[in-house]
């Protein structure tokens, strides 16, 4: 056991070490503060030192242009070319050529080193033996103004090393560019016309595609202002100048430049792209160690806890059981220890890892993003104790407040609502008559600090208590009105509605048990009710369906006789009314199916978007016929558009066709049925009238009832079930259906939401 943890603790050391090299490596990189994204998402090209280092470069290549005006005739340098004019004295302008000022300079001891930089001898001041002449004009820099007095008035030895040092410029941009092969290529041209042009290039044969294909690349002409480039930033002023040293005046020049990314040369671009993989590499080593170290470490910290609690499991066991006694609010209090210590761990180290792996812009977020997840680790583990002291039952009665509860509840928990009252109130009169003694003793007798502070503590206990009674009493309402709010709800018919107990104490407790056990009871007999209802319908239902068999078999064998060719026609006679009283009760049988179905609401709806009004205009085709039987003269009322309702056409029609069947079987013959469609609000409202032929010696409610009918001496050959289908029918699609009755007038009412 010793050996591994000398291991593991070895080990430890080594990962912490590991996490320590990672932090220093990733922390004094230069990219530290940028993230990780730039591993994967960035190339050396897309840098601001390649855009720094391009505009650098192009900025010399227009030097170049200027120079090459300066010191070359024809391709080579011309160290005879005049290079500046000066005013010596009044009258005496002198003209220097390139050669003259570079031994000027030479006599002063400057020379070019390897760099092409000025080095050697002392820049001259000005002094008698080297007066100062006016510069009238440098090759150079043609444009020069004087903006201030003596500005133009330098000593020959200072212009000497000027012009050294603008032709050691010109040496270094030729030898970088011009002399030997770079991964930057470029071309510049201005053109009068085709023949009479100024081309300045370090390649030749290169088409504009060329220079694409290369991997970067910059395109500007003079008759576009559009730069055509890929650079991930556009160098500035490159427009500007181009149009400045332009010497034809004209539109016709552009400016070409492309970067070979595959850095086939040894340059600057080359040697700062091999820093940038450099610097990538290691800060992605620097990442892969600090990874692994923070999980090595966690790993064997893990580990050596393990060992350790192995070794001292014993002598630990009875505290850590008494850990898990703690009450829920002393739970709560060492949580938010344990999260005040994470924050602050947080603040002081975890910030600064977060920030090696964000961006700058997203450190704020990250940081954000850490609080969040200790905060959600603090109460999901303090969520899981709670859930796991409810599961054990102990959450409630292991609490604080439980315990001050049931100490207080000993007092007056078995005694009458009044005698309670009477406790209370007796309590909380003498509890504020000692107080209010005290805090006037204080007041008369004592005015020292102690005193006063005293004084306060009564007058807080004096709050204390009174918000105490206060709050017994509230919750004495509070019970109160739940008890009256099940009852209200018990007496509007929701057996189902139980009092949570667990909110109740005391008295209060079992008068909400009674009537949770009444609750109980009426639902119950509510449920027999129910059954009951649903074996009188299952049984009506089975009935029917046994009888259909041989009633069936009866209209067949009754059909089958007639075919038989009988000439008695009191035999004829019995097999009419037979025929007749098994048809109807046939379809007394199928009612009842129906009716039964409708009213338990067992039936398969395809609800359908409907045009009701076309619907209306159907069964009115349907019914015509059979009304002018009666001498019954149809009267619609209907609306030209289109009125869409959702329902199941067949059950639709069912209504309709019982309605219409009702108003045929029982309007006044030579009266008129009046059929119309209005819409009120958000509902069409189908309504038929018509005038009974007998008087309705009924109420309208009690037509909806099964086997009512307005005539009591059932002079007619129907069910009684017709309308009370169609109300069913209705209602079990979403509609409205309702019976009007004044003096003989009939009036059915149908109504369903429109579909918009």
Not at 431 to 447: E, G, P
Request: proline share 2%.
């Amino acid at each position: 056991m010793k050996k591994r943890k000398e291991a593991a603790a070895l080990l430890h050391i080594i990962f912490s070490f590991l996490v320590v090299v990672g932090v220093t490596i990733m922390y004094n990189n230069i990219h530290y503060g940028e993230g990780i994204n730039w591993i994967t998402h960035e190339t050396y090209e897309d840098t601001p030192e390649f855009t720094r280092q391009l505009q650098t470069d192009i900025d010399e290549i227009f030097n170049y242009v200027r120079y090459k005006e300066v010191f070359e005739t024809d391709g080579r340098i011309d160290y005879s070319k005049p290079i500046v004019k000066v005013t010596d004295g009044p009258g005496s302008m002198k003209e220097y050529t390139v050669d003259e000022m570079i031994r000027r300079a030479k006599s002063q001891g400057y020379y070019l080193n390897e760099q092409f930089k000025v080095s050697g001898g002392q820049l001259p001041g000005s002094d008698n033996r080297n007066l100062n002449v006016r510069v009238d004009y440098r090759a150079y820099e043609p444009d020069f103004v004087a903006t201030e007095p003596g500005q133009a008035f330098v000593t020959m030895d200072q212009l000497s090393y000027e012009v050294l040092t603008h032709l050691g410029n010109y040496y270094s941009f030729y030898y970088r560019f011009i002399q030997n092969p770079s991964n930057l290529k470029f071309e510049v041209r201005y053109e009068k016309s085709q023949n009479e042009y100024k081309q300045y290039r370090n390649v030749a044969g290169k088409s504009l595609e060329n220079f694409k294909s290369m991997g970067k690349y910059l395109y500007v002409t003079g008759e576009s202002l559009y730069v055509d480039s890929n650079l991930t930033t556009t160098p500035k002023d490159v427009s500007a100048q181009l149009e400045k040293m332009n010497p034809y005046n004209n539109g016709n020049y552009h400016m070409i430049i492309g970067v070979d990314t595959s850095y086939p040369y040894s340059d600057a671009y080359a040697q700062a792209s091999n820093a940038y993989n450099q610097v990538r590499l290691l800060y992605i080593l620097g990442i892969v160690s600090l990874i692994f170290g923070i999980l090595g470490s966690a790993s064997t910290l893990y580990v050596l806890i393990g060992l350790t609690g192995l070794e001292e499991k014993g002598p630990y066991q009875p505290r850590i059981e008494k850990l898990k006694q703690l009450p829920a609010e002393g739970s709560f209090v060492l949580y938010a220890a344990a999260t005040l210590c994470s924050l602050f761990l947080a603040n002081i180290l975890f910030d600064k890892i977060i920030h090696l792996f964000l961006s700058y812009e997203q450190w704020y977020y990250g940081e954000l993003v850490l609080r969040v997840l200790i905060y959600y680790a603090a109460g999901l583990m303090f969520s899981l104790s709670l859930l796991k002291r409810y599961k054990e039952g102990t959450l409630w009665t292991g609490s604080l407040v439980f315990r001050c509860r049931n100490n207080m509840l000993l007092y007056f928990k078995n005694h009458r609502f009044t005698t309670r009252i009477m406790f209370a109130y007796i309590f909380y009169l003498a509890f504020n008559v000692l107080m209010i003694l005290a805090f006037c003793i204080l007041l008369f007798t004592y005015k020292d600090l102690a005193s006063r502070i005293l004084m306060g503590a009564i007058g807080f206990l004096l709050l204390a208590i009174d918000y105490f009674v206060f709050h017994k009493m509230y919750r004495h309402a509070w019970e109160t009105d739940q008890i009256n709010q099940a009852l209200l709800h018990i007496s509007l018919g929701n057996t189902t509605y139980k009092i949570d107990i667990n909110s109740f104490n005391g008295k209060e407790r079992e008068l909400a048990e009674h009537i949770n056990h009444i609750s109980t009871g009426l639902e119950t007999a509510l449920q027999e009710k129910v059954r009951s209802e649903r074996l009188k319908t299952d049984l009506i239902t089975n009935v029917s369906h046994d009888i259909k068999t041989p009633l069936t078999s009866i209209i067949n064998y009754v059909d089958l006789i007639k075919r038989e060719g009988i000439k008695d026609e009191k035999i004829l006679g019995y097999l009419e009314v037979l025929e007749q009283k098994s048809h109807r009760l046939k379809t007394l049988t199928e009612d009842l199916v129906e009716a039964s179905k409708a009213s338990s609401g067992n039936l398969k709806l395809e609800i359908l978007n409907i045009d009701f009004v076309e619907l209306i205009q159907q069964t009115n085709g349907e019914f015509e016929e059979k009304f002018s039987f009666r001498h019954l003269e149809l009267v619609s009322n209907l609306p030209d558009e289109f009125i869409f309702i959702e329902a199941d056409g067949r059950y639709l029609w069912r209504v309709l066709e019982n309605l219409y069947n009702n108003a045929f079987k029982y309007a006044m013959e030579h009266s008129r049925v009046y059929v119309d469609i209005t819409t009120e609000d958000d509902m069409v409202v189908f309504t038929m009238k018509n005038i009974s032929e007998t008087a309705l010696n009924i109420k309208a409610e009690e037509l909806t009832e099964r086997f009512v009918r307005g005539d009591v001496a059932r002079t007619t050959e129907g069910s009684g079930l017709g309308i009370s289908i169609a109300k069913s029918l209705t209602e079990l699609q979403g509609g409205e259906f309702q019976l009007h009755i004044d003096g003989d007038l009939f009036k059915a009412r149908v109504a369903f939401p429109i579909k918009r």
